[in-house]
């Protein structure tokens, strides 16, 4: 996704789940790199659920190597043909690649002046793309921050209803051993994102 830089006050508690979109985002846009891994093995977390589950992931990623993180990526994204996940939110709610949820996400995407980079030619309801944008939407970097209401839109359309499903067969596919951890981690994210922004409906 183009972005635009923006020089403004974000609350902490905002720039932290930022952060943690981004992450996903990066964890599920490409096979991670040396420098990624290293810095998600060096990641701790709390007794909360989330926190449990960035712990395991930092654990997992201590002992994994980035061949097999790479071979990892590609079976579960890629394949011969197909993966053994297709992480888009046409797949998943309709069982087709390119339907109406793509549709209505690159409307909602236009009216906040979020488009796609030129050298990215996947659909934009991937998960990394869809992690990555909200990141954004949260920090402005877009052109302006979003106001919370706005967000929780965003998030009720395009992410809460497969995200949990997604996270879920990440976290328990064949492949998935890096990459299942990360289905941890995105599944605990989502469920505190999706009871806070029921909590905060005007």
């Keep these: 996704m183009t972005a635009q830089a923006q020089n403004i006050a974000i609350d902490p508690e905002d720039r932290l789940r930022a952060d943690l979109y981004n992450f996903l985002g990066l964890l599920l846009a490409r096979p991670a790199d040396q420098m990624l891994l290293e810095q998600t093995a060096g990641l701790t977390g709390d007794d909360s659920d989330l926190g449990q589950a960035i712990s395991g992931l930092a654990r997992v990623a201590k002992i994994s190597k980035i061949k097999s993180v790479e071979r990892e990526f590609n079976a579960l994204f890629i394949g011969l043909g197909r993966g053994e996940l297709l992480p888009y939110?046409?797949?998943?709610?309709?069982?087709?690649?390119?339907?109406?949820?793509?549709?209505?996400?690159?409307?909602?995407?236009?009216?906040?002046?979020?488009?796609?980079?030129?050298?990215?030619?996947?659909?934009?309801?991937?998960?990394?793309?869809?992690?990555?944008?909200?990141?954004?939407?949260?920090?402005?970097?877009?052109?302006?921050?979003?106001?919370?209401e706005r967000q929780r839109m965003f998030f009720n359309n395009h992410i809460a209803p497969w995200a949990t499903h997604f996270y879920t067969d990440l976290e328990g596919a064949k492949n998935s051993v890096f990459y299942g951890s990360v289905g941890a981690v995105g599944r605990a994210f989502m469920a505190i994102e999706k009871e806070a922004f029921r909590l905060t409906a005007g």
């Design 89 to 148: 939110a046409s797949y998943y709610l309709t069982g087709f690649l390119n339907e109406k949820p793509l549709a209505k996400l690159r409307q909602d995407m236009a009216s906040l002046s979020v488009t796609r980079a030129q050298n990215v030619f996947e659909p934009e309801d991937s998960m990394a793309a869809l992690m990555e944008t909200m990141g954004g939407l949260i920090v402005g970097r877009f052109g302006q921050v979003v106001p919370l």
